[in-house]
């Protein structure tokens, strides 16, 4: 999906009109019921209102705002299936190149699994701050959804992208990425994460 395509106008907005149409959201943390609820499906006519594309953007807003990676709709309180992903790595950063996930808004996603590989990677929350886990997911998956102009499309992903699609579709069932965990033994606060584990950021979804 091309870029362009997922924030309409975002160049051509002074910082002060860009501030006026984004709103910041309120991301509910875990506790909150909101994020154990099975979320339902939007009607395919509606994508395409204002208030669902002002979701949206608002969406896109807010993971921007908490460096997030990813950002379901029940993680601001609506019980939608749609979540908002994407992050590109600055250009400084000597991050491999699955670390890149293209800008997405998908709505009502469908995944399929490709293959039977898994494999097992640090993943955060936005809705579980300051907490890190090690979680398997499948390494292939083909995602059918609508775009955000309603469009039907299909999405094949793998790595971190993969890893990302299966994140956010499981907070639209209500899944949060501690019950997809092995064990629990790698649950890690995000200070001792980076004095034992690793020296590079892992970001929230
Ligand atoms: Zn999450």
């Known amino acids: 999906m091309e870029r362009h395509d997922l ?3 975002e160049g051509s907005l002074t910082r002060d009109e860009y501030n ?3 709103a910041i959201l309120k991301v509910a943390r875990m506790g909150h019921p909101v994020l154990r609820a099975r979320a339902r499906a939007i009607d395919p ?3 395409r209102s204002p208030r669902i594309q002002q979701l949206i953007d608002d969406m896109f807003q807010t993971m921007k705002e908490y460096q997030g990676v990813g950002l379901a709709a029940p993680q601001v309180h ?3 299936r749609l979540f908002v992903a994407g992050f590109a790595p600055q250009p400084h950063e000597d991050e491999g190149e699955e670390e890149h996930v293209p800008l997405m808004a998908l709505i009502n996603p469908e995944i399929q699994l490709v293959g039977d590989a898994v494999a097992e990677e640090w993943e955060g929350c936005l ?3 300051e907490i890190r886990g090690r979680v398997p997911r499948a390494k292939q998956i083909v ?3 609508y775009d955000r102009r309603g469009k039907r499309i299909e999405l094949r992903a793998g790595g971190y992208t993969a890893r990302v699609i299966q994140h956010e579709t499981d907070h639209l069932d209500g899944v949060l990425f ?3 965990m092995r064990s629990l033994e790698t649950l890690t606060y995000l200070e001792e994460f980076g ?3 690793s020296r590079e950021e892992v970001r929230a979804e």
């Open 178 to 180: 501690f019950d997809r």
């Open 127 to 129: 809705s579980i701050p």
């Open 195 to 197: 004095r034992y584990w």
């Open 20 to 22: 006026q149409l984004m």
């Open 78 to 80: 609506e019980s939608l």
């Open 45 to 47: 006519a509606d994508i």
């Open 143 to 145: 995602v059918q959804a």
């Open 7 to 9: 924030i309409p106008g």
